[in-house]
């Protein structure tokens, strides 16, 4: 297991240098100057490139590259251009924030997710698994920003019970938990009921029925677990995901997260922060990827890694 972690961790090298450098390019190809955008109109073009020359933009393109990853190496990735903060200050700051939101959607979905799965497959086209599987398309279809803005209307403008936005309570959570929980349910319920039902029609199955064992103890004890394989992938890139920012659910409900930051960096071209924000997420994802893996092995003894 230690061998094929660091496998994959020397792996993932290439892959963050190589997004790393596609954003870099993005960046430098949009329209638009970074420094015209965070100093007034009508400034003196000598003041322009003096302050140019001190942000070093005015160097070769591939200098700027490798003096970002040189310092992104030593947990440096700049100073933000329009806020004139530490980048790795303003994501620690953010991520908090990402964390409890991301975890807090994760938990709706497992919660929501995994028993509407199990309940659907074990009333397999039944009006009950068609009503489940029904609402888990629903779930998954309907856009984010959608859901968002109809539960603040329903819960904050009609019913006046939850704030419409706003991180600095715990009942600012409910609704960003909920909306974005609750297309992640949808894709587990879905999963969960076709990886349950295929491992149903196994023959140690058969057998634990033909020992006299209750339902629900043979799908709890030996079908779900075996089903989970899959769920489980899902599950770990889906926080993986979420962490490395729910763009949409942050910029409706107005929560200061990792999501938000970039948003931000990209309408002010904030190139530090929107590098930084994009190289953070791209490790997060791949941590998910390898926690994900690990976790097979705790959950089906029989997978070896060689």
């Known amino acids: 297991m230690g061998a094929y972690i660091a496998k994959r961790l020397l792996i993932s090298i290439p892959v963050i240098f190589g997004i790393s450098l596609i954003t870099f390019i993005l960046l430098n190809v949009i329209p638009g100057d970074p420094i015209a955008l965070m100093m007034k109109e009508h400034i003196s073009p000598d003041v322009v490139e003096r302050v140019r020359a001190q942000m070093h933009l005015d160097d070769p393109a591939y200098v700027r590259f490798f003096r970002f990853i040189w310092d992104a190496l030593h947990g440096d990735f700049g100073t933000s251009y329009k806020l004139n903060r530490s980048v790795t200050t303003l994501l620690m700051d953010a991520f908090p924030n990402t964390l409890v939101l991301a975890m807090s959607g994760a938990l709706v979905s497992w919660i929501i997710g995994i028993p509407a799965g199990v309940l659907s497959a074990v009333k397999k086209r039944s009006f009950l698994d068609n009503a489940i599987m029904g609402f888990s398309l629903f779930g998954v279809s309907i856009p984010v920003f959608w859901a968002g803005l109809l539960f603040q209307y ?81 599950m770990a890139l889906q926080v993986a995901g979420l962490l490395s920012g729910a763009v949409i659910t942050e910029s409706v409900f107005g929560i200061p997260g990792i999501g938000r930051i970039a948003v931000n960096a990209i309408q002010s071209r904030d190139m530090p922060l929107l590098q ?31």
Not at 157 to 172: A, H, K
Not at 186 to 209: H, K
Not at 276 to 305: E, H, Q, W
């Open 154 to 234: 329903i819960f904050s403008m009609v019913l006046g019970i939850l704030p419409v936005s706003g991180f600095s309570g715990p009942e600012y959570l409910i609704m960003p938990a909920i909306v974005l929980g609750w297309s992640s349910a949808g894709t587990i319920a879905r999963l969960t009921r076709s990886s349950l039902l295929e491992v149903m029609r196994n023959d140690y199955i058969r057998t634990a029925r033909a020992k006299g064992n209750f339902e629900l103890k043979v799908i709890i004890n030996h079908a779900l677990k075996n089903s989970m394989l899959p769920v489980v992938t899902v």
């Open 276 to 306: 930084g924000a994009v190289m953070f997420t791209t490790v997060l994802v791949i941590m998910g990827n390898l926690i994900a893996d690990i976790l097979y092995s705790l959950i089906d003894p029989r997978i070896k890694y060689d």
